[in-house]
Structures are given as structure tokens and as C-alpha cells.
């Protein structure tokens, strides 16, 4: 997982286990329910990733004291059992589905609809919101592609720049490669400002042969490659000048295969 100092688990949200697990998560947007006497996600999350020796022994130790805080979809491989799994784990509610055959996706949207319904305020039909456009992105792209998945295709998956409420390529907040700094129109919750610096950090691959390696592929900053220049930024959008110095350059870098244990 990536990490720093002081954290016990992945900044990044996403890992690779020596026994042969691996996952990522999206939150689920706009969720509300939470239980202060319970265990916080990050605590869950360490102790299932450092000793869950499967999916379903990860999942029990997630749902486990879950406080509801930082809910999330939880995207799980088995490398050892050539399963895949969905753990959506809300606080009343989770949806747990699992299958050898297939694909999950991700995008900030519960599926489940018990959480979708009674613990988010999501209007996942509002193709206008980040969410929900990449959500028909990745459920188009990922059905014109089944069968065919691989490295290289997962790498133009991230790149992607589709707008599906605007039926163009057009880099954005509301494309799987997501560009709030580009975007005249932002509509997600609590970003809702033209041009608002944020969107994708990073992109990440991985399959079951490099999960075996304990090795993955990532490129840090926008997954497509396009290099952010803070002064620039600032300097066309000045009513953002109260973040100088807090934002940074993000030059494009290739993608690099990292493998655990080197330094």
C-alpha cells in the first residue's frame, strides 16, 4: 500500500497482501449515518489487509466495530481462488457480492440500494454529478471490453476523458481521468466552483501475475499524463490565490512498476 509516516494504512486507498489479496476502494459520496463508540475505517482496514488470508475473512474483520465513517466500496481480489468481490459496507446496511467471472466497478455510488436509499443523499441518476457519469463511463467501457482487460487496456481506462452527460471527450470533472481545473460546470457536492483544483492524483495497475510479485504499475499525477502547473493555474484563475503554496506543480510521469522490498 502507499503510505507515510505517522499512518497506519493505505493514503492512496488501494493494497496488495502476501496472501494473495489485493483491492482498492471508492467512498461512497454524500453518507451520513455514523456510530461514535465504533472503530474508525482506517483501523479496520490495516488490521484486515495485514491479516486476512481471504476475501471473506477480510470482509468479516471490515464489518467488524464499523463505524460508518469513510464508507466505502470495497473492490477485492483473490489471487489464490480466482475470485473477485464487492463489499459496499454502509452502517446499517452492506452489500457483499462475489464471482470468478466478470467485473466490479467503482465511482463514489453505492449499488447497494438499502445504502444508496437510506444512508446517502446521492442522486445517482444525475448524470451531471461526477459520480454518476462515471459510473455509465465505467459500466459502458468496462462491458465493451470484458473478456479483453488487460494492463494496457486497464492504463487507457484511467486515461479516459469521456463526459457521459455531455456525450463528448472532453477532460472534466465528470471523466474517469477527472479535471475539476478544467471544468467550467463542476456539479459535485462541495466542489460546486468553476475550475476547482482538484482531481485525479495518481493511477494504478495491477494483475494476477504482477499481485504475485508483490509488484504493480503507477504513474503519479493525472493517470493520462497531462501535467498541472500550479503558477500557471493561479495565474488565469486568481480567485484561487489564497491556496499559493499550497498546491504543487504535477509534471507528467510515465508509468513505473513498483515492487515491495526495494528502496
Not at 502476501?18 to 488490521?47: C, H, N, V, W, Y
Not at 463514489?108 to 455509465?136: H, Y
Not at 481506462?157 to 455531455?166: G, I, M, P, W
Request: proline share 3%.
Amino acid at each position: 500500500m502507499q503510505s507515510f509516516a505517522g499512518f497506519i494504512h493505505s493514503g492512496t486507498d488501494f493494497f496488495v497482501t502476501t496472501a494473495g489479496l489485493l483491492g482498492s476502494e471508492t467512498t461512497m459520496a454524500d453518507f451520513f449515518p455514523f456510530d461514535t463508540k465504533a472503530i474508525p475505517e482506517f483501523a479496520r482496514m490495516r488490521r484486515a489487509t495485514q491479516y486476512a488470508k481471504s476475501i471473506d475473512e477480510w470482509c468479516d474483520m471490515m464489518k467488524k466495530g464499523n463505524n460508518g465513517g469513510l464508507a466505502n466500496a470495497w473492490l477485492i481480489g483473490d489471487i489464490n481462488t480466482n475470485e473477485i468481490a464487492r463489499l459496499e459496507l454502509g452502517l446499517k446496511f452492506s452489500g457483499y457480492e462475489k464471482k470468478k467471472d466478470g467485473y466490479f466497478v467503482g465511482s463514489n455510488i453505492a449499488q447497494d440500494l438499502r445504502i444508496l436509499r437510506f444512508e446517502t443523499k446521492t442522486k445517482e441518476t444525475d448524470v451531471k454529478m461526477s459520480g454518476s457519469a462515471r459510473m455509465v463511463r465505467w459500466k459502458r467501457i468496462m462491458k465493451e471490453n470484458v473478456g479483453k482487460i488487460d494492463l494496457e487496456r486497464a492504463k487507457q481506462f484511467e486515461a479516459d476523458h469521456f463526459d457521459a452527460y455531455l456525450k463528448t471527450t472532453k477532460p472534466d470533472s465528470r471523466s474517469l481521468c477527472s479535471h475539476g481545473e478544467l471544468d467550467s460546470d463542476i456539479q459535485t457536492p462541495g466542489m460546486q466552483e468553476p475550475f476547482y483544483p482538484w482531481g485525479t492524483l495518481d493511477g494504478k495497475v495491477i494483475d494476477s501475475k504482477m499481485a504475485k510479485q508483490m509488484s504493480f504499475l503507477a504513474r503519479w499525477g493525472s493517470a493520462c499524463g497531462m501535467s498541472f502547473n500550479a503558477k500557471e493555474f493561479l495565474e488565469e484563475h486568481p480567485q484561487y490565490e489564497w491556496v499559493t503554496g499550497l498546491i504543487k506543480n504535477r509534471p507528467s510521469q510515465q508509468w513505473t512498476e513498483f515492487k515491495s522490498g526495494e528502496k
